[in-house]
């Protein structure tokens, strides 16, 4: 009895899809030096979310925050100015020019922004940050710690010491210090915000220094006052 094979044919338009092992990142291959500047990336990164509205949330308060010159510290500057406040912003001398665009951005939502330069693992910085902001509005309400430094090394054989210290005086103690310096400015009501990551509850080979030092932030915030 003779049989029929019967081959399915696809359409030159509709070929399926080959099948990856992991997401396709489809941003173009880039580096930058550290501590790297928002400015030169491209596409840009968005964090101005233009469809959220404020609501005055934080009228009459004064934010700062570490690390507040690009990336998460960009955008909670700019939405808490949307919300209200008077914000100033922490940022390392080399990232000058991602921390005048946050102050435009923030100047745009017509709050006034204060810009601060320095190195969160020095305390007496960290006291200087803190006095100047409120010495300039008056107050301070709201403290953002969120200034941090993050290498990828394949083993923990490859990761030295040198970095390992650096990663901890910028993660863990430059909270520390910035908290130490806030909380006589603080008033019942007040907040400080420390910023956390997956990798200090799950870990991570490649960020062996930077997971350690995200574990030490969830416990010293959750007892520590106001955090």
Known sequence: MASTTHKKTVAPDRQPTPIRDRPYNPMPAQHQKRPGIEKKIHPRPQYDAPYYKGSQKLEGKTVLVTGGDSGIGRAVAVLAAREGANVAIVYLPEEQKDAEETAVAIKRESRPALLISGDV????????AVNETARNFGQLDVLVNNAGYQQHQKSIEDLSIEQFDRTFKTNIYGYFYMVKAALPHLRSGSAIVNTGSETGLEGSKQLVDYSATKGAI???TKRSPRC
Do not use: G, R
């Open 218 to 220: 969830h416990a010293f």
């Open 121 to 128: 693992t020095d305390p007496e910085f960290c006291v200087s």
